[in-house]
């Protein structure tokens, strides 16, 4: 039976509201809870260090419970005119394994990763010159259900290679496929092109975020560094120092390219690659993956027909076409299609995995294998175009990987064995 109140008089009616005032509290007051956070991640550093980030509307960052404490999250960024949010961050303590944050419950690594998924390249493309996605359509623009699949993988760890935002231009009035995306440098479009899409993924396993030329200071770098940088938040620059995330056996050394030109190469620019390189020398161990967003040794077609493009011209002038012993696959995104590249154990294999999302090129036809390629002769190559990611799982003698599509199945012919500096597919 649904029962009504009546309006109290005289004395009791004084009585009666003030105990309606003590256990509602003031008619304006929010409820702290899960809506409060837009998202919540966990992400490796510098060291190894992992860090909680957060995203919140709220006046002040979320507590977090870390192992069997709560702590207040600190503020990384606070609102802007373009960001009206506020991200936040807390540091894992080593060995602790619970990290939940308003209500939302992060998967904490116990062991080395054995189980790595890889994409890049997620973004929704809305602009002029390369085409407008339709971001709508989930057919066109798969990454959100790519980030479903990711989660269902199960890594333990997801590797994204950069350029994270795409939507650069508004829609035109007469493309249904996209109308109403946001776009620009702001919340709203970081919202839309990464953070709503990969909510699945983002909880599943920590994540090494690489930065992408989309994330250059002219274009995305304000919304990279309040959100995904793992240094202390700075003005954006457009040149950072590499750094190695050390896990197990496996050390990650990451660098940030986004000033290295894929075809014209500027001196000062290639004298500073050079010293990062000599700085990750003494860092890469027996067992290492160099990765960054622009490749060593990616193909790509030829923007001005026929033809094949070798990126990327200031990192080989930069490397001299050499890495330390210990690296055993360069990981890039970049180029819009899935590339594994070897060499015969010449140098390490090229693994690009530009297929989050974005408009794809056309499919490489053409026989590469024999092909010179910056100096050493292809031997073994598998290139496709279609959406989807890559997996990385490790053996008795190395590493497996296999190229997968949007739901998450192997690619046809997609399956390399990754050992001794060969990719063998």
Same mark, same amino acid.
């Given at each position: 039976m649904r029962s009504r109140v009546l309006p109290p008089s005289g004395?009791?009616?004084?009585?009666?509201?003030?105990?309606?005032?003590?256990?509602?509290?003031?008619?304006?007051?929010?409820?702290?809870?899960?809506?409060?956070?837009?998202?919540?991640w966990l992400q490796f550093g510098p060291d190894g260090s992992l860090l909680l980030r957060a995203i919140t509307h709220a006046e002040v960052c979320p507590r977090a419970a870390i192992g069997n404490s709560t702590v207040p999250m600190t503020e990384r960024a606070a609102p802007g005119?373009?960001?009206?949010?506020?991200?936040?961050?807390?540091?894992?303590?080593?060995?602790?394994?619970?990290?939940?944050?308003?209500?939302?419950?992060?998967?904490?690594?116990d062991h080395p990763p054995r189980r790595i998924a890889?994409?890049?390249?997620?973004?929704?493309?809305?602009?002029?010159?390369?085409?407008?996605?339709?971001?709508?359509?989930?057919?066109?623009?798969?990454?959100?259900?790519?980030?479903?699949?990711?989660?269902?993988?199960?890594?333990?760890?997801?590797?994204?290679?950069?350029?994270?935002?795409?939507?650069?231009?508004?829609?035109?009035?007469?493309?249904?496929g996209c109308a109403g995306s946001p776009w620009g440098q702001n919340w709203d479009t970081w919202a839309a092109d990464f953070f709503t899409p990969a909510a699945p993924a983002l909880a599943a396993a920590p994540w090494v975020f690489v930065r992408g030329d989309h994330e250059s200071c002219a274009r995305a770098g304000e919304g990279w560094?309040?959100?995904?940088?793992?240094?202390?938040a700075v003005s954006c620059t457009d040149r950072t120092?590499?750094?190695? %995330?050390? $896990?197990?056996?496996?050390?990650?050394?990451?660098?940030? !390219?986004? @000033?290295?030109?894929?075809?014209? /190469?500027? &001196?000062?620019?290639?004298?500073?690659?050079a010293q990062q390189f000599n700085s990750l020398s003494g860092q890469a161990g027996e067992e290492a993956w160099l990765l960054s967003h622009r490749p060593l040794w990616g193909l790509e077609p030829a923007t001005a027909g026929t033809g094949l493009e070798v990126f990327n011209a200031t990192l080989q002038q930069a490397s001299n076409n050499s890495l330390p012993p210990g690296v055993q696959l360069?990981?890039?995104?970049?180029?819009?299609?899935?590339?594994?590249?070897?060499?015969?154990?010449?140098?390490?294999?090229?693994?690009?995995?530009?297929?989050?999302?974005?408009?794809?090129?056309?499919?490489?036809?053409?026989?590469?294998?024999?092909?010179?390629?910056?100096?050493?002769?292809?031997?073994?190559?598998?290139?496709?175009?279609a959406h989807?990611? %890559?997996? $990385?799982?490790?053996?008795?003698?190395?590493?497996?990987? !296999?190229? @997968?599509?949007?739901?998450?199945? /192997?690619? &046809?012919?997609?399956?390399?064995?990754v050992e001794h500096k060969e990719a063998i597919c």
């Open positions: 004395t009791m009616s004084i009585v009666l509201l003030m105990l309606f005032a003590l256990v509602s509290g003031p008619a304006n007051a929010s409820t702290p809870g899960p809506a409060q956070v837009d998202a919540a005119p373009a960001f009206p949010i506020r991200s936040c961050e807390a540091v894992l303590p080593k060995g602790e394994r619970r990290a939940d944050v308003a209500g939302r419950r992060l998967v904490v690594p890889v994409l890049g390249d997620t973004g929704c493309r809305l602009k002029q010159v390369d085409g407008f996605q339709a971001c709508n359509d989930p057919q066109q623009w798969p990454f959100a259900r790519i980030a479903r699949s990711l989660a269902e993988y199960r890594p333990d760890l997801i590797v994204h290679v950069g350029d994270y935002l795409y939507r650069e231009e508004p829609c035109p009035a007469d493309e249904a560094f309040r959100f995904l940088e793992p240094r202390p120092d590499p750094y190695t %995330v050390p $896990l197990g056996g496996l050390r990650l050394l990451v660098m940030d !390219t986004v @000033r290295a030109d894929d075809t014209d /190469p500027s &001196p000062p620019v290639v004298q500073d690659f360069v990981l890039t995104g970049h180029i819009h299609l899935a590339e594994v590249l070897s060499f015969g154990g010449a140098r390490a294999p090229q693994l690009v995995a530009g297929i989050g999302g974005t408009l794809l090129l056309p499919d490489i036809d053409q026989d590469v294998v024999g092909m010179d390629v910056a100096g050493a002769v292809l031997t073994d190559a598998t290139i496709t175009s989807g990611f %890559v997996t $990385l799982e490790r053996g008795s003698a190395g590493w497996s990987a !296999t190229l @997968r599509d949007v739901t998450g199945r /192997p690619q &046809p012919g997609g399956h390399c064995r």
